[in-house]
């Protein structure tokens, strides 16, 4: 549990220059979101469809960010300022992601089952990205602030506006 | 009263495929939002337009959906996620009308009176689109995702990136 | 006191077409989160960066604004309707600027210090622009509806798209 919170604690400082005191850290959103999604992901996992929802809710208010209880997430996962990201139910989020406000991980409403995408280690999204479908973003990609991608990109590139 | 609600329900039920269980509709952000516009209208008709943006600024924070109260809306409307979305007073929308989070039925600022756009039947508007003006969307149109809308749409169409 | 709120009303009322009654000012979003802003500005200059970011988390938590209590404001500032407008810590902005919602002043993750952008007097900038870096944008400009600029506005210019 204390790791837990150490873990989450080292993730924000070392993602946000603007930090200047430890306490400060249990006032981002992102802090509040994760501990909501964690608590939601376990009721989700034990099919209690409606606690799930009633915590990511709980934490969206918040913080204006939304996480689905079902999606999968990594280790040193971090949303910067968050308001207006959402993160759809069959997403699979790698290790050591970054994403920024306004993001999106959602579906493009023409697939079922697994429909949002899935997203590999060290990837960075800007600002206000629109990622769609069940598709894959490869390792240490970069998206850029407000890029729409609607096909997987290869490992190591940077994307920027429409890549479809 | 119960007609009302029983409709809601079987418009969010229909729109969204991550629902699980019947109850979870009464979290959805769209629920409360829709419920304190129609309060808000009520009194905006009235002519009581402090109570009018007071139902509607409550049902903002709890949800980031910015509905103006003297906004038009038909039946089966839908807002899915929402955080973000903006709809202006003179909007008129139509029936089976399915917005997405990050949209913006907006004004130009050049314009008074009728200044905010008119969407037709059975209208979808993408993730971050943004409609400004008294411009018309027609019938059955698909905007995309963050796309921009400057001018009138014919029906049947879809549009995506700037169109002006 | 009365005076900065007599300014505060001055500046709501001239910009939002919509208003119908003086008492409605007090719903702004806008109206909320500036007076967290000054709060938290004032603890920020005194270097009690916590109870700073306690301010500004707590106008975002009801507006869906978020100010960095750091930055810098001049006379006359406005944002309409306003959810997920990021306002970074370094950023610097002049009078009578008007941002409307989605607005970003952030930062490129790649400099240190100064990394804000700078907003000189009477600019706007529309929905969901994305201003990026240590930036300068010139005086009387307009930036359109989700532009992405990435470097200095020269004065009196209208920017849309990508600008960089």
Request: net charge positive; with cysteine.
């Amino acid at each position: 549990m204390i790791s837990f919170f150490k873990n989450l604690y080292k993730t924000i400082a070392k993602n946000d220059p603007a930090i200047h005191s430890k306490w400060e850290v249990i006032l981002y959103p992102f802090f509040k979101v994760y501990i909501c999604y964690k608590i939601g992901h376990f009721f989700y996992q034990h099919h209690f469809y409606f606690f799930a929802r009633l915590f990511s809710e709980f934490g969206k208010r918040r913080t204006g960010i939304e996480i689905h209880p079902g999606a999968t997430i990594g280790k040193n996962f971090f949303i910067d300022h968050g308001v207006g990201v959402v993160i759809g139910e069959t997403t699979i989020i790698g290790d050591n992601v970054t994403l920024y406000h306004g993001v999106t991980l959602g579906g493009t409403g023409k697939e079922k089952g697994k429909r949002h995408p899935t997203i590999e280690n060290n990837v960075m999204i800007g600002t206000g990205a629109t990622i769609l479908g069940n598709i894959c973003i490869g390792k240490n990609v970069k998206v850029g602030a407000s890029a729409i991608v609607l096909k997987d990109v290869p490992s190591n590139t940077t994307v920027v506006g429409i890549y479809h």
